[in-house]
């Protein structure tokens, strides 16, 4: 993708306009126009800091696209979707990962569990773990205590 798309894609997804961006950025308005008409092509680190102005918690990502990721867990043989780790605990941070439990049905394969990683991972744009209920351990014992629905 083309630098300009790249930022012109981030800023809407955001939310922002020109001017929050720049701020957010630290980078002056007219200069962020440049940048997204490809008049300028700005600096690898300029670049870097503008998109990192245009991040998420993952927490707003996962609550935007909530029926769409229980839609892609149901074509996955998953239900019952809950969310633990940083997220339950409300201490996620632009940069964290999205930690859900799910019910597989018993049909459900290996396929479908990695399936639903990479389709909820190109969905959200963050790394995602998913664990089924089913699963041995203590990890497994925390997520279970601490999962919040989805």
Do not use: C, K, W
């Not at 780790?85 to 964290?96: F, L, N, P, Y």
């Not at 019910?103 to 790394?127: N, T, Y």
């Amino acid at each position: 993708m083309r630098t300009p798309d790249r930022i012109l894609e981030a800023r809407a997804r955001a939310g922002l306009s020109q001017s929050q961006l720049a701020v957010r950025a630290g980078v002056p308005q007219p200069n962020l126009s440049a940048y997204e008409t490809g008049r300028v092509q700005p600096r690898p680190e300029t670049l870097a800091r503008i998109l990192a102005a245009t991040a998420e918690r993952p927490s707003a990502v996962l609550l935007r696209e909530r029926d769409r990721v229980l839609e892609l867990a149901g074509r996955r043989r998953a239900g019952n979707v809950g969310v633990f780790g940083s997220i339950a605990r409300g201490t996620d941070a632009v940069g964290s990962d999205i930690d859900l439990l799910v019910s597989f049905a018993p049909e459900a394969s290996i396929l479908d569990a990695a399936g639903l990683v990479l389709d909820l991972e190109q969905l959200l744009g963050v790394h995602v773990d998913v664990m089924s209920d089913r699963a041995e351990g203590t990890i497994r014992d925390r997520a279970i205590a601490e999962a919040v629905p989805l």
